[in-house]
Structures are given as C-alpha cells and as structure tokens.
C-alpha cells in the first residue's frame, strides 16, 4: 500500500489543515518540535484514516480542544487500485465514512460492513503489521524480542501472512466439530432406538407373559382367598357379639324389671293402709326393701356398662375387618388391571416383532452414519494436526533462517555484539558472540532492547517487503535512550537502507544534525485566540 497524501484538519493538536504529500517527502526524515506540537500526531492520523480508530483513546479525544469537527483525508495506491478515504468526527460522535475506489464512490450499509470490505478487498496490509513495523510509537511499543506466545501467532498471522493457514484450521475445527456433532446426534438416536428394541422385547417375551399371569392370577386366588377368610371371620365373630349382647341386654332388662316391682312394694309399704281394706300394713320391712332397690340399681347400671362396652368393642373390631376387607379388595384390582394389561401385550406379539426388524435396518443404517462421521472427524483432527504444526512448523523452518539472515545483516551493520536468532516456535533469543550460552533478554537496557528490536523490525521488513509494501516507516522516539555515536550510526543504516519510494520519519526529542536527514518536518506551537495552542508546520528539504 501507498500512501500518496493525508490532509488533516482539526485533529488533536492539528488545528486548521494540515496536508503532507509523501510523494515529495521520500527519504530519511525528521519530525522535529516540542512537547504537544503534533509530532506523534501525524502517525495516528495514518492510523486512523485507515483503520477508524486509534487504540486506548476514545473518538470524541481526537477533536482539537474547542473545536466541534475534525477531518482525516488519505489518497492511497493499493492492489491496483486508487483510493481516497475521508473519516469524520463530530462533537456529537457521529463518526461518517465516505470511500472512493478508482473514482467510483463504494456503497456499503454501515461503517463496520465497511471498513470489513476496505480490509479484505483493499488492504494489503494488516493493523497490526502496521503498529509493530511501520507507524511505531514509544508509548504503544510492542518489543518483538518478548512476544508472548498469543502475540507471535497474532504476529505470524497478520505479518507473515499464516492468517490464511490459521483460517484453513479454523474452518477444520468447524467442520470437526460438525463431524462430532452429528456423531453425538447419531449416538442418541442409536441409544433411543436400542431402548425401545428392549422395550419390545420385553413386552414380546410369552414365556415370561404367561409366567407373570400365572403369578398374577395366584395372587388374585390368594387375595381372594384371604378375603372370603376375613369375611367369614367377621360374620362368625359378628354371632359372637350378638350373642353376648343379647345376654347382657336381656339380664338388663331383668334387673330393671325387678327393679319396677322393688320400688311398687316399697311404694305400697310406704302408704301404711291397705287401699282395698283400709288394714294397717306392717312397715318392718321397708328399709329392707329400699336396700333390695338400691342393690338391683347397682346391678342394672353396671350391666349397662358392659353393655355399652361390648357394643364399642363390636364397633371397633368390625371397622378393622372392613378396613381389610377394603385393602384386599383394592390389591384384587390392581393385580386384575395389571393382568389385563399382560394380556394386551400377549394380543401385540406378532406386531412387536415386525417392529424389531424394522428398528433393526433402522439401527444398522444409523451404526454406518456413526461410523462414518466417527471417521470423518478423526481425519478433520489429523489434518488439522498437519496443518496447525507439521505444514506451520515446515513453513518456519524454511523461512526462520532467512529472517534470522536478513536480522543478522542489521546487527553486523549496527556494530551489535548480539547474535539474535528465531527458533523454529518463533521464539527469539540473544546471545553475546564467542559464548554459546543464551542471555536473558530482561538483562538489556531499555536502549540495548530498542537496537534488538530495530534489528528485528528491518529484518522483518526486509522478509515481508513483496507482501506488505507499505511507504512510511515513523519510528517515534525509539531512538531514545541511547548513546550519540549509537543513534548516529543506526541514522546512517536506516538512511543508506531507504528505497526511493519510500519515507522513514524519526520522533525524537534528542538532538541530531540536520544533514543526517533528507529533510525536516519542524512543528512549534502558537496561542490562539481562544489560548488554545496551535500547531505550525513548516516542511523543509535539505
């Protein structure tokens, strides 16, 4: 991709309009200015133009101070193609995008439909080869010497083009798990099958039919058996009552009969004249008689209690007997409905079987679809295998030592006593010329670290130029941290390594000589009326 112009406008420190055509400004370039003057802002602009958004900061903190509209334009070449972006930001944070592709404005539906198709149609460069080797900033640095294992596959995907073996893998994996899918919706469908092949097999066994109606019938005969015992027993035991109460109740009846004439005597006594012939009757033997009265009162309420008793003695034993007879009666009717349905399965024998040999070819055609998705996902996980580490591990190891060459030609240049090498995992490690033995990569300084990094980023330039062609490298402040002969000489590599398409930009705030550089970008800054401090841009060749 070639970035052919940018015209900025509003855009953080930018206020106004900025516009740099990288056509004129080709070479080794420095961005020289203070603290805030829009320096680090040109990359962003580069970054947002294509990619709508700048990591870690929010849209709307990308609007000059006081300002209500900014406004990123980019003329690129790419693919063959010519292509101008326009991206606008608005105080409310609508955000529009308006897209031309060889003059013919591109019609899409909204902006992440696209900045999808600008990506995979247009682009011929990755976000993230971008931020790691071309608009590089110090305070978003990624050391590609420490690149964790998520990070180098993100790295070896996007940057050395694997995304394309990454997503053949993906698309594996989907087709796997669709494979172990229908395999597991076959296996519940076997295990539903085998289920009521034994269902009807139990119902379809006569032998065992016949023996639990057997079984069932004796229980019958047995219950009803019982119940004509029980039956009988309480109509023996109901006589038994009967008699026993009908002798109490005739002695009561006795008792109270001797009881009436008892008291007519004593009535009689107690009148002293006879009412027939006026004589005197004797009263000796009155209180003999009311002593008779009260003797046959005591008996007669005494056999009344027994009465009584026996009465709730009856009562209660024959609400037991009927409690029985009602339990045995409800298990006669259970075994009776179980029997009737032995019955029915005896009527359904010929039909289960035509069943069973249908379920059967049913069974059978589903044991040859398991085993085949059964076989289909086990080649999808081979080749899988094959693709994720034999083929991506043969790819390494054909190109890992040509990077490691390419980066070996920078460090002999840089003067660096590091031998910096890529294993075949993408792992990279240091060591010091003369010794064999690996040093630590967190043992670097800050500056040692930035001149491993640098080596590696031109290697890997150097490897992907073919694939990633992209005009502008902008390293800010990765110069920092180290010594004047050490920056000076990394100035004089970066600069006799520059082809004539391309622009290098250095960010930093240390002094370098002017005649280092093809030319100056100079920015300083100056009040507005609103106070707000305003970037000036002043381009010069050298």
């Not at 978003?140 to 990070?151: E, G, H, M, P, V």
């Not at 705030?509 to 030319?519: L, P, Q, V, Y």
């Amino acid at each position: 991709m070639f970035v052919r112009k940018i015209r900025i406008h509003n855009f953080k420190s930018i206020y106004d309009t900025l516009e740099l055509d990288f056509q004129d400004i080709r070479g080794f370039w420095r961005i020289n200015g203070p603290v805030g003057s829009g320096k680090t802002t040109i990359g962003e602009a580069i970054i947002y133009g294509l990619f709508g958004d700048i990591k870690g900061k929010n849209n709307k903190d990308l609007i000059s101070w006081g300002e209500k509209h900014c406004l990123i334009e980019l003329w690129c070449r790419t693919k063959n193609h010519d292509l101008y972006i326009r991206r606008e930001i608005n105080s409310y944070l609508q955000s529009p995008i308006y897209v031309e592709v060889d003059g013919d404005e591109l019609a899409f539906t909204n902006k992440r439909d696209a900045q999808t198709q600008l990506e995979m149609e247009y682009y011929d460069i990755s976000r993230i080869t971008l931020e790691l080797l071309c608009i590089i900033s110090f305070n978003n640095f990624k050391s590609l010497a420490t690149l964790n294992t998520y990070d180098s596959k993100q790295f070896l995907d996007q940057v050395f083009g694997f995304y394309i073996l990454t997503n053949y893998v993906e698309k594996c994996k989907i087709s796997k798990q669709e494979a172990r899918q229908q395999r597991r919706d076959i296996d519940s469908d076997i295990n539903a099958v085998n289920s009521q092949i034994d269902k009807i097999k139990q119902l379809s066994n006569i032998q065992r039919i016949e023996g639990d109606k057997n079984l069932i019938k004796q229980e019958i005969d047995l219950l009803n058996f019982k119940l004509e015992q029980i039956k009988n027993e309480c109509q023996n035991n109901e006589r038994l009552y009967e008699d026993e109460i009908n002798k109490i109740s005739s002695e009561v009846t006795r008792i109270q009969s001797l009881g009436t004439n008892k008291a007519k005597e004593i009535k009689f006594i107690e009148r002293g004249i006879c009412p027939t012939c006026g004589a005197t009757i004797d009263q000796s033997q009155l209180e003999i008689k009311r002593q008779e009265k009260e003797l046959l009162s005591k008996q007669w309420k005494e056999e009344n209690v027994k009465l009584n008793a026996k009465k709730e003695e009856r009562k209660k034993i024959f609400i037991d007997y009927q409690n029985y007879i009602n339990d045995y009666n409800k298990q006669i009717k259970i075994k009776q409905k179980i029997l009737i349905q032995l019955e029915e399965q005896e009527k359904r024998l010929f039909i289960n079987k035509e069943e069973i040999k249908d379920l059967k070819n049913q069974l059978n055609n589903l044991e040859i679809n398991r085993d085949f998705y059964n076989k289909e996902e086990i080649e999808w996980d081979q080749l899988i295998n094959i693709l994720s580490i034999d083929i991506r591990n043969d790819i390494l190891s054909s190109f890992i030592p040509i990077l490691n060459n390419s980066i070996h030609e920078y460090t002999t240049q840089f003067k660096l006593p590091y031998i910096i090498e890529f294993d075949k995992n993408f792992k990279c490690s240091i060591s010091l010329y003369g010794i064999n033995k690996d040093i630590s990569i967190n043992s670097l300084s800050t500056g040692q670290l930035k001149v491993v990094d640098i080596s590696i980023i031109l290697g890997v330039l150097k490897v992907i130029t073919n694939n990633s062609n992209f005009n502008i490298c902008l390293l800010d402040e990765l110069l920092s941290n180290m010594d004047a002969d050490l920056r000076q000489l990394i100035c004089s590599v970066l600069k006799n390594n520059i082809k004539e398409d391309k622009t290098v930009f250095i960010i930093s705030h240390t002094e370098f000589e002017d005649k280092n550089f093809d030319g100056v970008i100079e920015t300083r800054l100056q009040y507005r009326d609103n106070n707000f401090k305003k970037s000036i841009y002043n381009i010069l060749k050298t």
